[in-house]
């Protein structure tokens, strides 16, 4: 056999070898029921969930607790999933910066218990990194 | 009055750009035909480049009109509102000329024009090359402007034109139905984050990366279409050096950026949107490799025309990926859809069909050699290291496309939630760094080889002072670190040793190449300088990645009684103003909050400015001294040029060295965004402190202060508020008060307390002023200890005076602080492959560019080059 081949297989092998183990290590996103499933069954894998922050009729956030001079490292919320299934989550850093404004949550982490512990959160803000709203200037006129 | 004139100059120069896009792909598609004869191509030639010319004169004009919107403030366009805003400095107009999706392609676009300019002026040497090169150029002009034509055709839009007046963009906005030439006052302004330094030159060395990639593309199409198969690796391997290493330099400021401004505490995140640009920047690297090994040893066509298209083909899908808005979940900075994902996607697929195509149909003629590739040739490792580098961009591709598995599926109607890894970072180090291990041999073992031209012999010749300075030197920073802790890191992880033995490896082994052509000639040794700018990069990754270490760990010994507390980091601590608390070992406090001021060379803090009416200005209430140089005094207005950044001085004391140093890290709230926050760092040879605020009381959010507590006093009475000891020294009448104009018959009379802090003693001046009759009061606040004193009543029959005093909490910032080892070593790495990649650029031009007349003559001018 040329040796042009032997390296052609050999990347070819290593190619496949990537792909399982892109596959392997892929996250899913699930909703709650899943994820309290995922960890009844003993997985230890973390997954995403996406859902909404439950809001009051004002537009508060409902069920945020951030106290920074107890213990700046511990912040918790609750968040509604596509089933409208409500779940604590817990979140071992600060709060976000811009949590309050933003809209959907990702968040990243697992079930342990009777809570989900994050270990991140993507936040979508309305108006991050996107065309700012149009109230912004026309509210003030 | 609004403006319409500048935006229709603009929307018509993009049509005429690209109409004339479209007259130059074709003139120069006939001109390209050889089934013409020699004058009919000439004049065909000729057309083509007016229409080139056209193009590009239009262009340039399309981008002065969309400066001048954004110069002049007009506000009438919905891109200058979005983007920019009257206090904006030029430079960051600049920036915020790119911020939005269509000012970035037009970036793009520029860059082409450029190059194409640049190609028809001194591709003379080449003159066959021209028409078709030019071609593939004006045939992407097409794709790209069409993206920023903004036409509407039924259902159809194509592109988004930047030149869209506020009133068309939001037709339905109350004010416009009464006033349609009302003008907004001011911009909603740049991305505050995108307000640095980088972002005035990161996109365009980014950009001009993108639009160099096309170069050595269109010369292997040029070379495929016209049966040149091997003619185009000359003109265009000095090309795919320069845009190999703008892409690079580019990549690696948007990590500095990253490092500096944002507070996720690195400088890569794997993050869709970085590695997008990574993917083709590997695959481009391997391509320039294997171009060199054809070029010496007529070995590797085949895979330099499949490296050099899938590098651009690449571009074209990281353009996909990032603005399409497929992305949404996976990345935090990728643009949002505009509407143009199906033209995007038309752009990706033309040119991905039109060179796969184009290869297989003439794959069978591409000249290959029948010699074998022996081991003991520099070839063989060329072709090895380049399947590494595109086997650590495929892995990275495969992982980066999962939301686009997600889509396509989801398309061709099988639902799939697949979601990116959940720690990204693991991922894709147990692939990077073993790939990085790889190439570190590679370029040590490749160099010595290529250069040796060798034999077992002379190679285990070459190998053995690079192999025993490498074990020597390795055995010792292993010992030291481990067994006499000479360093801040213990170097015992197998796998950190092993990149780290091969780094040291590559750098010994490429230095010893450096050193054996100094006395033979030095301008060959680019491949050796920039190999050694890589494996330094790979030991300043593995150092400031690897030993990265949080100091700020809460110490504060609480006890917590909530969910799962044991095997959580805490990273975060919690620092009140002016009260120490110990910190690895450091002692921290946080004095206070800071702003800049336009004229003085430090940061001045809050306590000592009066805020004006606009945000912009204040008033010094005391002198500004910095050094002893006195900058301000007393009254004087000054001009703060970034208002909405607080920067909150830390202050570090070594506990052992007792050495001193003041850290500003710095945090905004944004209207749009919330609170920002970039960190500060203390950057030495062997680390960087790096540190950041993760919170702070919301400034925006009225402080709760405590009910009113009234005091009656007489001059030189002591009192006690918030348990610190105050002096009411007295009260004086004054003349002007800074910001108040005052009218004749009016009073201002000031109290004047003295506080004793803990660590100093502070002047309270609460005013209280009669105007017309009536009472204003002006109280003081003293945020270090949470004292607002205000200055209630006169009786000047007893000499008495109120004072009124609320409390309130001390004001606090939750901070993050880590240490990363020699993080220096990666961008001294990064400036010393550009150094290498600049040399090659030099000398493959300088052989590419010689006499193409005679070809003989030009291979043994190569030939002697080598040898020399």
């Known amino acids: ?141 | 009055m609004i403006n319409t004139l500048i935006g229709d100059i603009g929307h018509l120069s993009v049509i005429i750009a690209f109409v004339a896009a479209i007259v130059a792909s074709y003139a120069y598609f006939m001109a390209s035909r050889s089934s013409i004869d020699a004058e009919a191509i000439a004049k065909w030639r000729r057309f083509a480049r007016v229409a080139f010319y056209v193009h590009s004169a239009a262009v340039l004009l399309v981008i002065f009109a969309l400066f001048n919107i954004i110069y002049e403030h007009r506000y009438e366009y919905y891109y200058a509102w979005s983007h920019s805003s009257n206090h904006l400095p030029v430079h960051f107009m600049i920036s915020c000329f790119w911020e939005g999706q269509e000012g970035s392609f037009l970036l793009w676009i520029f860059w082409h024009v450029v190059l194409g300019i640049v190609l028809l002026n001194t591709g003379k040497k080449y003159k066959e090359w021209e028409a078709p090169v030019m071609a593939m150029f004006s045939f992407v002009q097409l794709f790209l402007t069409s993206m920023i034509l903004g036409v509407v055709i039924g259902d159809l839009k194509i592109g988004s034109s930047p030149f869209i007046l506020m009133r068309d963009f939001m037709p339905d906005t109350p004010v416009f139905a009464m006033d349609p030439n009302y003008k907004p006052e001011d911009g909603t302004g740049l991305n505050p984050l995108l307000q640095n330094y980088w972002m005035v030159i990161h996109p365009p060395t980014l950009f001009l990366g993108f639009a160099a990639t096309l170069v050595p593309f269109a010369f292997a199409m040029a070379g495929l279409w016209k049966n040149k198969f091997g003619e185009w690796v000359r003109p265009a391997l000095p090309w795919a050096h320069f845009a190999a290493v703008s892409l690079g330099i580019g990549t690696v400021m948007g990590a500095y950026w990253a490092y500096e401004t944002l507070n996720f505490g690195g400088y890569w995140n794997w993050d869709p949107v970085e590695n997008a640009v990574y993917i083709p920047w590997l695959v481009l690297v391997g391509a320039i490799h294997t171009m060199v090994a054809y070029r010496r040893g007529k070995q590797g066509l085949k895979a330099s025309y499949l490296l050099i298209i899938a590098s651009f083909i690449l571009i074209l899908y990281a353009t996909f990926l990032t603005r399409s808005g497929i992305l949404g979940n996976a990345s935090v900075h990728s643009f949002t859809d505009l509407g143009l994902s199906g033209q995007l996607f038309t752009y990706l697929a033309v040119f991905a069909v039109l060179a796969v195509a184009l290869l297989i149909y003439k794959w069978k003629h591409i000249p290959t050699t029948e010699k074998e590739l022996t081991t003991y040739s520099g070839e063989f490792w060329i072709f090895i290291g380049a399947a590494v580098l595109c086997l650590a961009g495929f892995q990275v591709l495969a992982t980066t496309s999962i939301p686009v598995y997600n889509s396509f599926l989801g398309f061709i109607g099988i639902e799939s939630n697949a979601a990116l890894p959940a720690d990204q970072i693991e991922h894709y180090t147990k692939f990077q760094l073993w790939a990085g291990v790889l190439i570190a041999v590679l370029t040590g073992i490749g160099q010595l080889i290529w250069w040796r031209k060798a034999d077992k012999k002379s190679f285990s010749d070459a190998i053995t002072m690079p192999l025993m300075l490498t074990l020597l030197f390795a055995s010792l920073v292993i010992i030291l670190s481990n067994k006499f802790d000479v360093f801040d890191f213990k170097l015992d992880n197998p796998v950190y040793i092993t990149l780290f033995v091969t780094s040291l490896f590559a750098v010994f082994a490429n230095l010893s190449i450096i050193l054996s052509l100094l006395h033979k000639k030095v301008t060959l040794s680019g491949g050796a300088v920039s190999h050694i700018g890589i494996a330094l990069m790979l030991l300043g990754i593995l150092f400031s990645s690897g030993y990265s270490n949080i100091i700020s760990g809460n110490t504060s010994g609480m006890l917590y009684s909530r969910e799962f507390p044991d095997e959580i980091n805490r990273d975060n601590v919690l620092l009140w103003r002016n009260t120490t608390t110990d910190m690895d070992k450091y002692s921290v406090s946080y004095r206070g909050q800071f702003l800049e001021v336009e004229g003085v060379p430090e940061y001045v803090n809050k306590e000592i400015l009066f805020r004006t009416a606009d945000e912009y200005t204040a008033i010094a209430r005391a002198d500004i001294k910095v050094n002893d140089k006195l900058y301000f005094k007393t009254g004087d207005t000054l001009e703060l040029p970034t208002p909405e950044n607080t920067y909150y001085q830390v202050e570090y004391k070594n506990r052992e060295t007792q050495e001193a140093f003041v850290l500003y890290p710095r945090a905004q709230v944004n209207p749009n965004m919330g609170l920002l926050a970039s960190p500060d760092i203390k950057a030495s040879v062997t680390k960087d402190l790096y540190t950041h605020v993760s919170s702070v009381p919301d400034p925006n959010e009225e402080k709760e202060w405590s009910e009113l507590q009234e005091y009656t006093v007489t001059m030189g009475d002591t009192i006690i508020l918030n348990d610190y000891v105050a002096i009411f020294n007295g009260v004086e009448v004054i003349k002007e008060v800074p910001g108040v104009p005052l009218k004749e018959g009016d009073v201002a009379v000031q109290a004047d307390m003295k506080i004793m802090g803990e660590k100093k003693t502070y002047h309270a001046h609460p005013l209280l002023i009669f105007k017309e009759g009536m009472a204003g009061y002006y109280p003081e606040i003293i945020e270090d200890l949470g004292l607002r004193i205000t200055f209630l009543n006169v009786d000047p029959t007893k000499e008495e005076f109120k004072i009124g005093v609320n409390t309130t909490q001390k004001d606090y910032i939750i901070l993050k602080a880590m240490e990363k080892p020699f993080v220096s070593i990666l961008w001294i790495g990064t400036i010393v492959m550009s150094i290498g990649f600049i040399m090659a650029i030099t000398r493959r031009n300088q052989e590419g560019g010689s006499s193409n007349k005679p070809k003989a003559k030009h291979a043994r001018k190569a030939e002697k080059a080598q040898v020399a």
């Open chain 1, 1 to 141: 056999m040329k040796k042009s081949h032997i390296i052609g297989i050999v990347i070819i092998a290593a190619a496949i070898m990537i792909i399982m183990s892109t596959a392997g290590d892929a996250s899913t996103y699930v909703d709650f029921g899943q994820a309290k499933e995922l960890a009844e069954d003993g997985s230890k894998t973390k997954v995403h969930v996406v859902g909404r922050l439950k809001k009051d009729a004002q537009g508060h956030i409902v069920g945020m607790k951030y106290d920074p001079l107890v213990d700046p490292n511990y912040f918790s919320f609750m968040l509604v999933d596509t089933n409208r299934v409500e779940q604590q989550v817990v979140y071992f850093n600060p709060k976000p910066q811009d949590f309050e404004r933003s809209e959907q949550v990702v968040i990243t982490g697992s079930m342990q218990n009777e809570v989900f512990v994050a270990d991140k959160i993507l936040l979508k803000c309305p108006s991050k990194y996107v065309e700012k709203e149009v109230q912004q200037t026309t509210a003030g006129l």
